[in-house]
């Protein structure tokens, strides 16, 4: 299964269209996750167009873009939750895994910088943005593949 991971798209004015990097991934993807920032419920119909999308509430969604503030799903036997702002990054993996205690994978956004960390028995994963990179050397979305109930590939790939 391969699962493509974004956040903080901050649509209209960050992301006018679908860009042509982000495209690439998404094409094949099985499943996308959005870990909020979407902003206008646009961009989720966009996204539609390549495969199901799950998304969690941001802090700058317009009150249109329905979505909860957590989501909790199972991805080909790997126990996934989202969020959109996960905290501090000190003690943020102890503060995921009392948050969402049967979770294997948190996926969030927020920060706008990418991270694929693990411990506690978790693993947390930021995808970044791919379009707002802020202080991050390049614009950046994620991959996860699947395999027999185990996240078998966690890649952060540069789209600009």
Not at 7 to 33: F, M, N, Q
């Amino acid at each position: 299964m391969k699962v493509v991971v974004l956040a903080d798209t901050h649509a209209p004015r960050r992301w006018k269209s679908c860009p042509a990097r982000v495209a690439e991934e998404l094409r094949g993807a099985d499943v996308i996750l959005h870990a909020g920032d979407v902003c206008v419920p646009s961009v989720l119909d966009e996204l539609r167009a390549y495969a199901p999308v799950h998304v969690v509430k941001g802090n700058n969604d317009v009150p249109e873009l329905i979505a909860p503030e957590t989501l909790e799903l199972d991805l080909g036997g790997v126990k996934t939750a989202m969020i959109h702002d996960s905290g501090p990054a000190r003690g943020r993996i102890e503060r995921m895994r009392r948050r969402f205690p049967t979770a294997d994978l948190v996926v969030f956004g927020h920060s706008h910088i990418p991270l694929d960390e693990a411990d506690e028995g978790v693993r947390v994963f930021n995808p970044g943005s791919p379009t707002d990179r802020r202080r991050q050397p390049h614009g950046t979305v994620g991959v996860l593949r699947i395999d027999d109930g185990a996240l078998v590939e966690a890649r952060i790939v540069p789209v600009t």
